[in-house]
């Protein structure tokens, strides 16, 4: 197999946005966009064919930034309910989708440590940012950084550090 050739096949998908490899990089994650509507997907790069994971219907609103688990057995990805809410969700491959962590104001996940351990997100409430981690193996979370702008956080390979 090419190199190319998983971005050639995601780019034949239309409606495909915001494509994300698998850490094997046998599947992409993407929104697939139609209409108002937004689904989250997942293509076989070998086949060429995607399946929904969730979304495309009324109600919650999904978007953001999409990782996968270090395993490569779930996205994560963001989801605002119509009361405000907002949360970071995992996906398994079979559809399953559950919470990890909710918040009043807006979660937007930015990175996920390479094991799954940890991920990072911003929580903006009142017009503040706020850079958080999130400890996935004890449900733990802290704020780091509390003023400022905070954009695009990233940790480091082995998870210890955080850049922004």
């Not at 490899?21 to 086949?47: C, I, K, W």
């Not at 688990?69 to 079979?94: F, K, M, P």
């Amino acid at each position: 197999m090419s190199e190319q050739q998983p971005v050639e096949t995601f780019l034949r998908v239309p409606g495909a946005r915001a494509g994300v490899a698998s850490p094997d990089g046998d599947r992409v994650a993407f929104y697939h966009e139609r209409g108002q509507q937004r689904a989250l997907r997942v293509l076989d790069v070998a086949t060429g064919e995607h399946d929904r994971l969730t979304g495309g219907g009324s109600g919650s609103q999904i978007g953001g930034h999409l990782a996968w688990s270090g395993d490569g057995e779930e996205v994560l990805y963001h989801r605002r309910a119509q009361d405000g809410t907002d949360s970071i969700y995992a996906v398994s491959l079979d559809g399953q989708a559950r919470p990890i962590v909710t918040r009043s104001g807006r979660c937007l996940l930015t990175d996920v440590s390479t094991d799954s351990g940890q991920f990072l997100f911003l929580h903006e409430r009142d017009g503040v940012n706020q850079l958080c981690r999130h400890d996935t193996r004890t449900g733990e979370t802290v704020q780091l950084v509390t003023q400022g702008e905070v954009q695009g956080a990233k940790l480091s390979p082995g998870g210890e550090w955080v850049a922004y």
